[in-house]
């Protein structure tokens, strides 16, 4: 663990004793806002914060895996991962459904009237329901499904999914198909998964279709059974009424009494127009015979412009003649009072009145022609009408006897019909009543609700996959981690120390607010009163006491491995120790990477440990020590040195010659070494001291 991160682990013992060493005692952590009696700054600390048994438990499996959070992160990760992946490549399967209704002995209808059976008869009704429910797994319905299927939808050769799709395949996916009844009602549900929806739905349609179909069949079966002579019967009065129905439509065609009523109606009308022409012809027949009549007269009367009656050729030229004409007779009549017969004037006037009259008797002559020339056409025009009229009767008159004799003739053959109808009627009748006697073992289905294509698929359900995924990578980290724990000769806990029959002298608590590795490690200068303080002020105490003050001058702090807390360790028990008056040498025995000289903040120009290590000329110890941060606390401190090889060093006497005058001038000597995993620098310093 890093312990540059506040409250990470501040001591792990590895399960090998070196030999020289005396085990006073061992630091671990307690971490910080957990559970258990929090730890005690004097004596022995029994709240270790984990199972002080050696067996496997919840508590222990739970401290291993809590330990381990990284490797069963990774197995989490790499679970959800292939679950996700599974879940994107897996063939989606979706599942159709459909809903029968499976009834026995449904009520017959007979002309609107349900004839129901005897409620009373002694039938077992789950008999027949299982046996007819058995049959929908039969080989026929497997053919009639196929061949069914195949019917519906004859352009399908392959699925969306390249499974081709033929009679034997068909059959071969219908024995897959899940039929299930509902114990509490007379449904029946039919249930298919596959990987393309659609043709799944298609299936089940087509199977829950056929089931009807099927359970027809097998009623009809029965039925015909017990009814052969009556179906024949039906079949006989059936091919009678249809040959009635023939006739009668061969004779409607022939007579085509629509088309005669149609032209019934037409020719009514026409009539009647006819009749309108005729009377307006004969209207003006009369009206051009009284203007021949006036005009005939005309000449041989005198002619007055006010009694002309309306409607004369020609009026207006007429009009001027005879106005004409009295001009001229006026003329006469006035030149015969002034002047004699013989007079030139009136022989003028005579001869002028003379041709006047003759212009109006010409023009009469030709009115009286052209008049009489349309009365003879208006009289040839009645003619014809009357002869349209004539014929309009006599065809009217065959049309009704047409009618009529058709009207017997369909009259005749629908009452042969409808007799040939009530004996058709009367057989049915008879064969349902013995159709309805032999209903006792009959079934029928009814489809509820038809199978509609999915949305979704039922597996692979992504999320269920993801969460199993997660849980199985849970589940084998844990393991694995269970498997490690066991596997790996390493102290983890402090129930780990306890089963090794150690003492644990404190656990140190967590500084959640501190932030970096030297505050963390200068803790005891700002904080007096910290728990971590307290605990470091309590490990001074129990080393400083009568029992292991003399076992206790030169101290050797190390640790299995890196990161574990070993330098914060010795400078926090360091100062305590200089806080009680004890004059104290804390020497950075890390050649590799020593950290003393960043924590105290010594000058880069101090005096190096490796340095005075490499030179031989100089014996003079006291130059290494620089003054600490409190009154009695001094300090060895080193810089690296990639020239320089450490462990070339620790061998020569030179560390020795060191240990031993620090022995004669100091009360205590604390040595933080490196870890004794990666290097062995701290079994060299252990031959040197009293207690690691």
Same mark, same amino acid.
């Given at each position: ?42 004596? !022995? ?39 996700i992946f599974y879940a994107q490549q897996a063939t989606p399967v979706y599942r159709v459904q459909a809903e ?103 299936? @089940? ?25 009556? @179906? ?38 026409? %009539? ?90 010409? %023009? ?59 004996? !058709? ?45 997660? %849980? ?63 605990? %470091? ?156």
């Open positions: 663990m890093n312990d540059q991160q506040p409250g990470n682990n501040l001591g792990s013992s590895d399960r090998s004793r070196h030999e020289g060493m005396m085990p006073v005692g061992n630091i671990s952590q307690q971490q910080g806002g957990g559970g258990g009696s929090p730890p005690s700054p004097y004596g !022995y600390n029994d709240s270790s914060g984990g199972n002080s048994g050696t067996g496997l438990n919840a508590a222990t499996i739970f401290r291993i895996v809590l330990n381990r959070w990284l490797t069963v992160s990774l197995l989490v990760i790499f679970g959800g991962v292939g679950g029968l209704e499976m009834n026995v002995r449904r009520p017959k209808v007979i002309n609107n009237d349900a004839v129901y059976e005897d409620p009373n008869a002694v039938r077992d009704i789950d008999v027949i329901f299982n046996t007819r429910f058995a049959k929908f797994k039969s080989p026929a319905m497997e053919s009639l499904a196929a061949q069914e299927f195949m019917e519906q939808y004859p352009k399908s050769s392959i699925t969306k999914r390249g499974m081709p799709i033929n009679r034997y395949t068909l059959a071969s996916m219908i024995r897959k198909v899940r039929w299930y009844k509902d114990p509490s009602a007379n449904i029946v549900y039919v249930s298919y998964e596959a990987s393309d929806p659609e043709f799944a739905a298609q299936l @089940v349609n087509v199977l829950s279709y056929c089931a009807g179909v099927l359970m027809m069949k097998e009623n009809q079966a029965q039925s015909d059974e017990a009814v052969k002579w009556l @179906v024949t019967q039906v079949s006989e009065q059936r091919e009678k009424l249809e040959e009635n129905e023939k006739e009668l439509a061969v004779i409607r065609e022939e007579v085509q009494l629509d088309s005669l009523q149609q032209r019934k109606i037409a020719l009514g009308q026409a %009539f009647v127009t006819v009749s309108d022409e005729k009377e307006s012809l004969v209207s003006q027949l009369a009206s051009r015979k009284t203007v021949f009549e006036f005009v005939k007269n005309l000449k041989d009367s005198d002619p007055n412009l006010e009694m002309l009656p309306p409607g004369l050729p020609k009026e207006r030229e007429l009009d001027e003649l005879i106005r004409g004409w009295r001009a001229a007779n006026d003329g006469l009549l006035l030149a015969a009072d002034r002047y004699t017969e013989l007079h030139p004037e009136y022989k003028k006037a005579a001869d002028l009145e003379l041709r006047s009259r003759q212009r109006l008797e010409q %023009f009469i002559v030709m009115s009286a022609n052209a008049v009489q020339n349309e009365v003879d056409l208006l009289v040839k025009q009645i003619e014809q009408v009357d002869a349209r009229i004539t014929t309009m009767k006599e065809e009217s008159v065959t049309m009704e006897r047409s009618i009529a004799s058709g009207l017997r003739t369909l009259q005749r053959l629908e009452r042969k019909r409808d007799a040939a109808d009530t004996s !058709y009627q009367a057989m049915l009748r008879r064969m349902e009543e013995a159709r309805l006697s032999a209903d006792e073992n009959m079934a029928f289905t009814k489809v509820i609700r038809n199978a509609a294509v999915p949305l979704y698929p039922i597996s692979p359900r992504k999320v269920r996959v993801l969460i199993l995924g997660l %849980f199985i990578g849970f589940v084998g980290g844990s393991l694995l981690a269970i498997i490690m724990a066991f596997w790996t000769d390493k102290v983890g806990a402090v129930a780990d120390l306890k089963a090794l029959n150690l003492n644990v002298i404190a656990s140190i608590p967590t500084q959640k607010r501190i932030d970096s590795r030297g505050e963390l490690a200068t803790i005891g200068l700002r904080d007096k009163f910290s728990p971590m303080v307290e605990v %470091f002020a309590g490990i001074n105490a129990i080393l400083s006491s009568d029992k292991y003050f003399n076992q206790t001058k030169v101290i050797l702090v190390s640790s299995v491995g890196p990161g574990e807390g070993k330098t914060i360790s010795a400078c926090n028990l360091a100062i305590c120790s200089a806080l009680n008056g004890v004059r104290t040498l804390l020497i950075d025995g890390d050649l590799r990477r020593p950290q003393l000289a960043n924590i105290f903040q010594v000058s880069e120009d101090s005096p190096s440990l490796l340095s005075w290590l490499a030179n031989t000329e100089d014996h003079n110890c006291k130059d290494l020590v620089s003054k600490g941060a409190v009154d009695n606390l001094d300090t060895i401190t080193s810089v690296a040195n990639a020239q320089i090889n450490p462990a070339e060093l620790l061998g020569r006497g030179r560390l020795a010659e060191l240990i031993t005058w620090a022995r004669d001038n100091y009360d205590r000597v604390i040595i933080d070494t490196p870890p004794l995993g990666p290097v062995g620098d701290a079994q060299v310093y252990a031959n040197l001291a009293d207690t690691v």
